[in-house]
């Protein structure tokens, strides 16, 4: 074998044991307020539990694009959106530590929306009632709720969610 080979041979192995390392146990931040921990990588898979915005968790294994995780109180499947690689870091005495972002305005300055352009957007359109916008959002619907009526229509989620 020449010494490029072996080169090239050295670097593929490391590579494979880098990847094959990564796809091990692996700490991630939860980054929106409350997430849920679900017995299954689906959203209306049964809650086993909670953990809180900036909790590192460890993570076990993924399933598309979810991951099952491991907290100090529990474990179960969370959405890849509701984590994040970053170590959160909350500093003592923050006055804002309890008003953080939830997994919904997340979602949504994600999108590059949020309260100012709302409050720009209904003042420049002034005649547009959002009174029906109003009471939609305050609809909740529970994950048995949820359940009942996809059961009620013989629908049956794909493990791991929509596709």
Known sequence: ?????????????????????????????????????????????????????????????????????RSAAATGWLHKSALTTKKIVIKAGASDVGATASGEELALAGKGFNSDIEADFKNKNAEVSFAPIDRMEKITVSPSEARAFLDQGGVKPVAGGAR
């Open 1 to 69: 074998m020449t010494t490029r080979q072996l080169w090239m041979a050295t670097a593929l192995a490391l590579m494979i044991a880098g990847a094959s390392g990564s796809a091990t146990a692996a700490d991630m931040s939860v980054q929106i307020r409350n997430a849920q921990l679900r017995a299954t990588p689906s959203y209306l898979g049964k809650i086993t539990g909670s953990a809180p915005y900036a909790q590192r968790v460890e993570v076990l294994q993924t399933q598309g694009d979810w991951l099952e995780v």
